[in-house]
């Protein structure tokens, strides 16, 4: 049984970036839809987890975990695969969808079957699909988890590096922000200081929005950033 650091392929002793970087690496190359499979990519999802969780080289991995188990789903008896059941999800859920390719592809954020076409986009995972925002994290924190290099340059409200537009669902903001109240009241929010308070979709990556484009300060001026 592989150990939740065999199968990010990292070092033991790896910090938190390179754990990070690994998982973001392992996600692609197992997704389902980049050629993967299912059991592979819930492995990788299960040993960050794992790792997240405080699990140390040395503990013991459960019997029953599909973590690193090439075999796993799979009945010793008759060879048959049985289908995986994946943890019950935590948190609200979040459907997201990249700026970028929806600009490509010349849809509006005003479509109402935006996230329709979306789903049958066959897009990248990183470019569309969904997960749990938990109830201690942002937007962003959650994106993060997921293994996604969503932009920031601040996290605290003031650069809009990280803007969304929240096309479905209720995501409040905090009082201090840089938004002015007509981008607010248009649904535009900032992914590092909010979270969702229902399911949502939101489209991330909108600083390239000109109305939001007005109001951005470079990364650069932050010191810790993953925006261009
Ligand atoms: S990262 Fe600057 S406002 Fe969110």
Redesign the pocket.
Known sequence: MASPYEILGVDPDADEAEIVDAYRERVKETHPDQGGSTEAFLAVKTAFERIENGWEPGDAVPEDDIAGDPDAGTDAADGTTEPEQPPEPEGVKVEYLNYEVMADRLWELTDDDLFEKAADGGLAPEDYGEFYVRDSESL?EAAERQGYAW?????????????VAVVEGEMPSPSS??LPKELHDRGIR????VAPETDAKIVYNVKHLPAVQDLL?PASR?EASS?D
């Open positions: 962003l932009p920031f340059a601040c996290r605290g409200g003031a650069c809009t590096n990280c803007a922000h840089i900032l992914s590092c200081i300060l932050f925006t």
